[in-house]
């Protein structure tokens, strides 16, 4: 109901689209704040949990008015990177073989309000498949973005159990320019923390990767 309102505000050219975006930013972090998966999407469980059985309350998304001007882009940080230039480049891309598109399906679906035919049994819609999710691609596209990147620095954020290891990185990034590393431990994200897996520690290393790019 409120997915529909919005969209009929927009076609009835009731809202710009600032507005339109700020209010879907708004339903999507609302709704996943009730939703009933374990913080992804990839499947559902079978009780409600209690935060779950909450009423969806549409809460403006956070968001602070500052006299900078931005651009959002909505691309492939690939292809982007021959588009955009600056003093500084932030990465923070997927560590682990886990997909995005797969496993936030259901905030696509909102977002986009589209027609697409179910498949499975968690009604997964097609999705781009990131190449940052790949252990045999994911070292070429991280090299082409570095070499591609017209920024003086670039920082990338990273944990230990990614799918390229610390060395993997620092051999590709020291070839562009000088190269430090620092690092921090960090609380395990909590949908990691309950998944039956190998690695039981609670903590883990997150690294950021610098790199100060020659000319
Ligand atoms: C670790 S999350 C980043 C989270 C973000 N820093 C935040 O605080 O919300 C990685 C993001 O990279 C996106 N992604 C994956 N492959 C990408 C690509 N090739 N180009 C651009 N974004 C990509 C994923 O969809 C996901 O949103």
């Not at 995005?100 to 049994?121: E, R, W």
Request: hydrophobic share 35%; proline share 2%.
């Amino acid at each position: 109901m409120i997915r529909q309102k919005i969209e009929e505000w927009k076609n009835n050219n009731e809202i710009k689209d600032d507005l339109y975006f700020f209010l879907l930013a708004s339903l999507l972090e609302s709704a996943d704040k009730i939703a009933n998966t374990a913080s992804v999407y990839g499947a559902y469980l079978k009780h409600l949990k209690k935060s779950a059985q909450k009423e969806l309350v549409l809460q403006p998304a956070i968001y602070e008015l500052k006299e900078n001007k931005h651009e959002v882009f909505n691309n492939d940080g690939n292809i982007l990177i021959s588009r955009i230039e600056g003093d500084i480049l932030y990465l923070d891309p997927p560590y682990n073989a886990r997909q995005y598109g797969a496993n936030y399906h259901l905030l696509n679906t909102i977002a986009k309000y589209d027609n697409f035919i179910p498949k499975g049994k968690t009604g997964m819609r097609e999705y781009n498949r990131s190449h940052y999710c790949s252990k045999n691609l994911v070292k070429n596209e991280f090299e082409n973005l570095i070499k591609n990147a017209k920024f003086n620095y670039i920082f990338l954020s990273y944990n230990n159990e990614g799918l390229m290891s610390i060395a993997n990185i620092k051999n590709i990034m020291r070839k562009y320019g000088e190269y430090d590393l620092a690092k921090t431990d960090y609380q395990r994200f909590k949908a990691d923390k309950n998944e039956k897996r190998n690695h039981k520690a609670a903590r883990t290393i997150e690294y950021l990767h610098i790199l100060k790019k020659s000319d």
